[in-house]
């Protein structure tokens, strides 16, 4: 270990034993561990919270993980040494570290090594009120699993076999929650697989109380802990409710009452295996992995397994709606699948979350223009290249969507500036090559072409627009010269074996803006503004919009789009009226719940709620949350807490970076409107927390509803935000 | 000079503290040994028996030997919160059993509120969760409340720090926004130096309630279980500072730079049941800690004016007074 962590501290704070720690990793660690290295301000904090935080600190320094793991792997399996009252101390806090810390997988397994083989040894040492050596040894072990081979340990601890101390029983239950999914199972929302250790261990508790060693009083408050702390780990309360409800007996049944609720029985069952939480338990990792080998097999199979590919697809959405690929890989199946107009909703949905995604633009540009809404398209790669610059699939396809249509003028301002950044883009060149053909430009055209062509290029394109250039500038005979070489070189192309007079150009498509959507629409509006030339009209807008969504297009697309725009115009009442309409008709969809969450969340926002109101009327939002995490609420609620839990992940670190990049360059170009998509940031963080605290406290973040509370107030922020970047005065 | 029991001595210890505390090219780590010179509210016997645990004074040692001390004499050892502490028992920690019981706040009624900062890793720590957990259970009271219990039955646990709420709740006005960086301000003028955001933000979590929640005493007729706290109460830390024997509280180290308040009070008690009601408010730290030697030298001035004793730390501290 050589190089230095100090870029990760504030200057000059990098703690000193960091540099023991470079130095001799294993010394260190036991200095640490022990108490024997002193901490300056820290050394209040016991060593393993000082250490979770520097780990925290050092998130994105992956050689400071792992040079932690191999330390702690090679202390575990070091003999005890020294004072022994030190050693078990030390133990104890190197389980603590474990606990947390369980990406440390290496040392997991020393652990668990060391814990089987000596046993007796870490029970005896366990001694002289130290009982909880064992148990905070048995807690790393639940939390750092990586196979099965502890569960029967898991088993025994629940069944409190013996004279097992009670909270054994409860870390058992954390030990069965922390084992990884046997083969073939799917994690990630509902635990069914909990339901016995919890009731075994509910039996085991009412067993001590009938031997009259434990109060009634006393195991359902153990009872109703456990029973808490599964609920917030996978917070599906109604499947909860349903399983435990039908396997309780009158023993035990009074300890749950507060959690087996008569009503969830009737409820929708369709809901427990509804939209997954991402489990505190499992790391981001695990998650982001699991997408991308969904996302990857979805993709690959979409042309031979229409059927798998759209449920892979659905899958790596619903665990991963944070990864801009996700969505991306969605669309593509459904293009693919289904067709342009059925992966066009999901493009907007997907640049709505990822203005910073140079795809998303791209992609959505794609399924506009094969639907042949050629001006959307158009308006929609303008506003993607003024993103990114320096974009050779944005550049190309406007380009080539101009020439199309009939405006090469307009093809060749884009084209040209372009290529003179980027002469390596091949095609981009060729489409300018063809502008300036379609331009009379037949000199500047040859330019282009016949170099390419002279050097053997292998993009029959290159032979077709030098053809085609010839033949337009009336140079026939060398042009049938050059179509029969390339003939021989391209032998499969039909292009080549056409007569060379053939194939006029087209002419280019009527414009198509009557064909817009509303939400389209809105996107052109806000793109007029921009330029200081809106006019809006907002009753005549409303009235428009109500009529295509009743009366034209897919109903559920138009009306989902209508209720976005109604919301957007200050009409959130009408939104509302409009989808709970489509809703009772049409079913529920994803999109209607989504566009009518924000309807509702616009309506509360408007009125002076008071905040019992106010969660009231977000009720239909935290059904939203449970059944279609598909929007901003959960994105907001989520970073919050990632970036509580797991803001010592490499990836989350790395993402907030790759944003905070986006959003700096978007505040360089004056023209371009920044959009603090960046969640993970901390400054979020506290802001969301100090916007709460001011408003109200912790009861703003009860329930479901904290989210909504918490994406309205980053909305709030959004301004702040920009004015700190651009000040510098974030990051 | 009442009861400063390590300065008297003339033993190893009390020649390793003199040497240790006026090094004074040590940095902050010397005013360690300059607070066990200082605190006159350890007794002699209490000396006794903490000098028999720390047989070798050096720093390094010190800190390990003075943990195990921590673990013998002053952790809560019972299995869940006392609803009494027999401060006559041979058992009871001997923050309650040999020291300076208050008789001003452990005698008040239920008007007075206490307040209490901890982290989310130590409340996870205590409850035998993860941090993780505890973040998820924030947003649901009836959860919280039950790891509140779980880690009030935390074992070994060390007696807890409390200010009182009268001296923060500035930082609190009711009905109104409280200021943008609270947590920091509030990590300053509580001295809580260890919470310092090196790099990521530090989230704390505060906690308000009745001192009628903290056990009475068995043999002090209505007293409640709150004592000053002394060196030999915590892990060794630099931002502390004793108090003359005379105040009825610990004083806390302002670390607010050129701070013109009068400081915090502090005290020491038993576990206690805490509820998720008691949560009044959550915030990250962003800043790290000032620098410890100017808040000293202005503690021990405020120190001397309070009580009239113009040569307090006189002899320990003469080269930053």
């Known amino acids: 270990l050589t190089d230095s962590w100090a870029t990760e501290f504030l200057p000059g704070l990098e703690p000193p034993w960091l540099d023991a720690f470079r130095s001799d990793p294993v010394e260190a660690l036991n200095r640490l561990l022990r108490g024997s290295f002193y901490r300056d301000e820290e050394n209040l904090l016991e060593p393993s919270e000082a250490l979770y935080r520097w780990a925290v600190d050092l998130s994105g320094r992956p050689d400071f993980q792992q040079a932690l793991d191999a330390a702690l792997a090679s202390w575990f399996g070091a003999e005890a040494s020294g004072d022994m009252l030190s050693y078990r101390r030390a133990w104890a806090q190197a389980s603590d570290v474990l606990t947390e810390l369980t990406e440390l997988s290496t040392a997991s397994k020393a652990l668990r090594t060391r814990y089987l083989d000596r046993q ?37 601890l629940v069944e409190l076999v013996g004279t097992t101390p009670i909270v054994r029983g409860r870390i058992g239950l954390l030990g069965f929650a922390g084992l990884p999914p046997a083969d073939g199972e799917e994690r990630g929302g509902f635990r069914p697989d909990l339901v016995d250790p919890l009731l075994t261990f509910a039996h085991a508790l009412a067993r001590r109380v009938d031997a009259e060693v434990l109060s009634e009083r006393r195991a359902r408050e153990v009872c109703s802990e456990a029973t808490e702390l599964l609920l917030v780990r996978y917070p599906f309360r109604p499947a909860w409710s349903r399983a435990i409800g039908a396997r309780l007996d009158v023993r035990i049944a009074p300890w749950f009452d507060e959690f087996v609720k008569e009503d969830d029985r009737l409820a929708d069952a369709s809901l427990d295996s509804g939209k997954p939480v991402r489990p505190s338990d499992v790391s981001w990792g695990e998650i982001a992995d699991r997408a991308r080998e969904l996302r990857k097999e979805a993709l690959a199979c979409r042309g031979n397994d229409a059927e798998r590919a759209l449920a892979l697809s659905a899958t790596a959405l619903e665990i991963e709606p944070w990864d801009a690929y996700s969505w991306t890989a969605r669309m593509l199946v459904l293009n693919d699948v289904r067709g342009p107009a059925a992966a066009l909703p999901v493009a907007w949905a997907a640049l709505d979350r990822f203005p910073h995604n140079e795809v998303c633009w791209h992609q959505l540009g794609l399924f506009l223009r094969a639907l042949g809404r050629h001006s959307v398209a158009e308006e929609v790669w303008t506003e993607g290249l003024e993103r990114f610059p320096d974009s050779g699939p944005l550049a190309n396809s406007i380009g080539a969507l101009l020439l199309d249509i009939g405006r090469a003028i307009d093809a060749a301002d884009v084209l040209e500036p372009y290529v003179t950044r980027y002469p390596e883009n091949r095609q981009a060149m060729v489409t300018l090559g063809d502008v300036y053909r379609l331009l009379g430009l037949h000199e500047r055209a040859e330019e282009v072409f016949r170099p390419a062509v002279e050097a053997d290029s292998d993009n029959p394109y290159d032979w077709s627009g030098l053809i085609r250039v010839l033949r337009d500038a009336g140079r026939t005979g060398e042009a049938k010269q050059w179509q029969a070489r390339a003939r021989a070189r391209f032998p499969g192309v039909p292009y080549f074996k056409k007569s060379i007079l053939s194939g006029p150009p087209a002419p280019p498509p009527p414009d198509d ?3 817009a959507t509303p939400r389209e629409r809105a996107l052109l509006r806000r793109g007029l503004r921009r330029r200081g030339a809106a006019g809006q009209d907002v009753a005549y807008e409303r009235e428009q919009l109500l009529d295509q ?11 989902v789009e209508a209720g976005f725009l109604l919301t957007d115009l200050g009409a959130p009442a009408n939104a509302i009226r409009l989808l709970e309409e489509t809703r009772s008709t049409l079913g529920d969809s994803l999109e209607l719940l989504y566009a009518s969450g924000r309807a509702r969340r616009r309506e509360a926002e408007q009125g002076n709620f008071t905040r019992a109101a106010f969660r009231e009327r977000m009720e239909p939002i935290a059904t939203l949350r449970t059944r279609a995490d598909f929007g901003r609420p959960l994105l907001a609620l989520t970073a919050v807490r990632l970036s509580f839990a797991m803001n010592h992940h490499p990836d989350v670190r790395q993402q907030r970076d790759r944003s905070i990049e986006h959003l700096r360059e978007e505040l360089r170009a004056p023209t371009r409107g920044g959009r603090p998509d960046d969640q993970f940031h901390p400054w979020w963080r506290q802001q969301v927390q100090r916007r709460l605290d001011e408003t109200g406290h912790l009861e703003s973040t009860e329930h479901m509803n904290a989210g909504i509370v918490e994406d309205r107030i980053l909305d709030d922020l959004e301004e702040d935000y920009v004015r ?3 000040a510098g005065m974030v990051v | 000079v009442p009861g400063a029991a390590f300065r008297e001595a003339g033993d190893d210890l009390g020649a390793f503290l003199k040497v240790e505390g006026a090094r004074s090219s040590a940095g902050d780590i010397r005013y360690i040994a300059r607070n066990f010179l200082l605190d006159e509210g350890v007794s002699h016997s209490r000396r006794e028996e903490y000098v028999d645990s720390v047989k070798t004074p050096a720093t390094a040692p010190w800190n390990v030997e003075h943990d195990s001390y921590l673990e013998r004499a002053v952790a809560w050892r019972a299995a869940a919160p006392p609803a009494r502490v027999d401060e006559s028992d041979p058992s009871c920690p001997a923050t309650f059993r040999t020291g300076l019981l208050s008789d001003t706040y452990g005698g008040v009624g239920e008007d007075l509120d206490l307040l209490r900062v901890t982290t989310p890793y130590r409340l996870a720590k205590d409850a035998r969760v993860r941090v993780a957990d505890v973040l998820a259970m924030l947003a649901r009271p009836s959860a919280l409340d039950r790891i509140l219990d779980t880690a009030s039955r935390a074992p070994m646990r060390l007696p807890d720090f409390v200010g009182l709420w009268g001296d923060v709740m500035d930082l609190f006005p009711p009905g109104s926004t409280p200021p943008g960086n609270w947590p920091d301000q509030l990590r300053n003028r509580l001295g809580l130096q260890h919470y310092s955001a090196r790099g990521q933000a530090l989230e704390i979590l505060v906690f308000r309630f009745s001192v009628t929640r903290v056990p009475r005493l068995r043999h002090a007729t209505g007293r409640r279980a709150l004592t000053t ?6 892990r060794l830390f630099a931002a502390f500072c004793p108090a003359p024997v005379d105040s009825d509280a610990g004083r806390i180290v302002d670390l607010t730079p050129g701070s013109p308040d009068r400081p915090c009070r502090e005290l020491l008690h038993p576990p206690v049941r805490l509820r998720a009601g008691d949560l009044v408010a959550r915030g990250s730290i962003t800043s790290a800690g000032p620098p410890l030697t100017p808040a000293r030298r202005d503690h021990l001035l405020w120190l001397r004016l309070e009580t009239g004793r113009d040569d307090y730390a006189a002899e320990t501290d003469a080269d930053i007074l």
């Open chain 1, 549 to 559: 969504a009743r009366n034209h297009g897919p109903p559920l697309q138009g009306a």
């Open chain 1, 513 to 515: 803006v009557s064909g």
């Open chain 2, 229 to 234: 706290p002394t060196v030999l109460d915590a």
């Open chain 1, 120 to 156: 007796t040894f870490l029970e005896a040492l366990a001694i002289d009120g130290a009982s909880d050596l064992v148990d905070r040894t048995l807690m790393a072990l639940a939390h750092g699993q990586t196979d099965r081979m502890l569960e029967a340990q898991w088993r025994q």
């Open chain 1, 724 to 726: 700190h970047l651009s």
